[in-house]
């Protein structure tokens, strides 16, 4: 007797297709679950979070004026040596 025939063999072929219905009912519910703890546990959360610095904290003027400043934009002069553009004081006198 060969030391094979001893062993127990275990079918690994055809697991998959023995039941499929099963593990398609299994595998959209994985997923689901995983999209509903995703919207409600990562986007849920981070929009609350854009929405409070947006509406309370976030002033785009003077943003824009801190980064004119540092000299980011092409289309505005920057701070060092140039003279202020008027346009900017009437465009924020508007709002």
Request: net charge positive; glycine share 8%.
């Amino acid at each position: 007797m060969s030391v094979q025939a001893t062993l127990w063999q275990t079918s690994d072929v055809g697991l998959l297709s023995e039941h499929p219905w099963f593990h398609i009912v299994v595998a959209f519910t994985v997923a689901l679950g995983a999209a509903v703890l995703y919207k409600f546990g990562v986007t849920g959360p981070r929009k609350k979070a854009y929405v409070y610095f947006y509406r309370r904290n976030y002033d785009s003027m003077k943003d824009f004026e801190e980064m004119r400043r540092a000299g980011i934009f092409q289309s505005a002069k920057g701070f060092w040596g140039y003279k202020e553009f008027l346009w900017i004081e009437v465009l924020g006198s508007l709002y």
